[in-house]
């Protein structure tokens, strides 16, 4: 079988979630069943690491405080002046302009370091907002929801957040609603991890049964 965008014998799925949803759990499950894991988080951290590709970009384009004395990003001011209430329109938009490509172009490296993979899971926490953009075809994409009372109580639990803080964490990534519309698989991780875990080794065992059909 070949995936969507042509590639013999590869199922992709486009996985995505809200923060503190389980996202990450199913993610890490999928890779022990032999899935490829592409960490979207994982990548937009490395093209802005030192001498990554995004920081001369980013300097030119919001100034050189954006960056630090070391020439490392400067995180705080980004987030002040690219996410912050006082942010200039458009600032996160020409942000994304200049990252989101590059993150796109370490994907398809990864996919095409791994030709043997059957399977392919591309990590994108936002991927509700950049699914017309990312030039990725998903034969599946699978959203990882729980309430946002539940995923609130576990970032004060486990990520030593406020409340304030989480709740504007949520404020600023898609609605279950946006995720869901995208979707064909919605789990819930609300339930026994060992029921999460039932229903996505169900889910690779179809997606690898369906290769060569």
């Not at 994982?42 to 004395?69: H, K, Q, T």
């Not at 994907?107 to 043997?116: M, T, V, Y």
């Not at 964490?169 to 609603?177: D, K, N, P, V, Y």
Request: proline letters at 5%; one cysteine or more.
């Amino acid at each position: 079988m070949a995936g969507r965008d042509g590639r013999f014998g590869v199922i992709r799925i486009g996985l995505t979630g809200g923060i503190a949803a389980g996202k990450s759990t199913v993610a890490a499950r999928l890779a022990e069943l032999g899935a490829l894991h592409i960490d979207y988080d994982a990548l937009a951290r490395r093209v802005v690491e030192p001498g990554g590709a995004a920081l001369p970009a980013i300097a030119r384009e919001f100034g050189p405080d954006s960056l630090n004395p070391d020439g490392t990003m400067n995180r705080a001011w980004i987030a002040d002046h690219v996410f912050g209430r006082d942010a200039a329109p458009g600032a996160r938009e020409r942000l994304d302009a200049i990252e989101h490509p590059l993150i796109y172009a370490e994907a398809a490296r990864l996919e095409c370091g791994h030709p043997d993979a059957a399977v392919v899971v591309h990590d994108v926490p936002l991927l509700a907002e950049v699914i017309g953009s990312i030039p990725f075809r998903f034969d599946c994409i699978v959203t990882v929801e729980a309430p946002v009372e539940t995923r609130i109580a576990r970032m004060i639990a486990t990520r030593g957040m406020t409340r304030g803080q989480a709740e504007a964490r949520i404020r600023h990534q898609s609605t279950c609603a946006e995720r869901e519309a995208i979707a064909d698989i919605v789990i819930d991780s609300t339930r026994p991890v060992e029921r999460m875990f039932d229903e996505v080794d169900r889910l690779y065992a179809d997606w690898t049964g369906r290769k060569g059909q």
